[in-house]
């Protein structure tokens, strides 16, 4: 069965750093495009950033120059780094794969940037 099994978050306050790091497991033929989305109380599920197999990374608007992502395909891990955290960033994580052809999601990890 494949899983994705995400590590990180917590509480930090403005302007500080967190890693989330999200590895996938079980029977896995291909891994394609990688990411990671975060929904905050009241709001939509946005994309927060991807990553293609060949490490080709977008990001939202709202978090460029701060975050980045990056991918061991070695390991079957993608990693988001989060630097200068702002309050509007608080939100639950969650990982997500393309793996062996179909969209599979991390159990999500509660990031909260306080002032």
């Known amino acids: 069965q494949v899983q994705l099994v995400e590590s990180g978050g917590g509480l930090v306050q403005a302007g500080g750093s967190l890693r989330l790091s999200c590895a996938a497991s079980?029977?896995?033929?291909?891994?394609?495009?990688m990411g990671w989305y975060r929904q905050a109380p009241g709001k939509q599920r946005e994309l927060v950033a991807s990553?293609?197999?060949?490490?080709?990374?977008k990001y939202a608007d709202s978090v460029k120059g701060r975050f980045t992502i990056s991918r061991d395909n070695a390991k079957k891990m993608v990693t988001l780094q989060m630097n200068s955290l702002k309050p509007e960033d608080t939100a639950v994580y969650y990982c997500?794969?393309?793996?062996?052809?179909?969209?599979?999601w991390g159990q999500g990890n509660q990031v909260t940037v306080t002032v």
């Open positions: 990553i293609s197999t060949g490490r080709s990374a």
């Open positions: 997500w794969g393309e793996v062996n052809v179909r969209n599979f």
């Open positions: 079980g029977t896995i033929f291909n891994i394609n495009a």
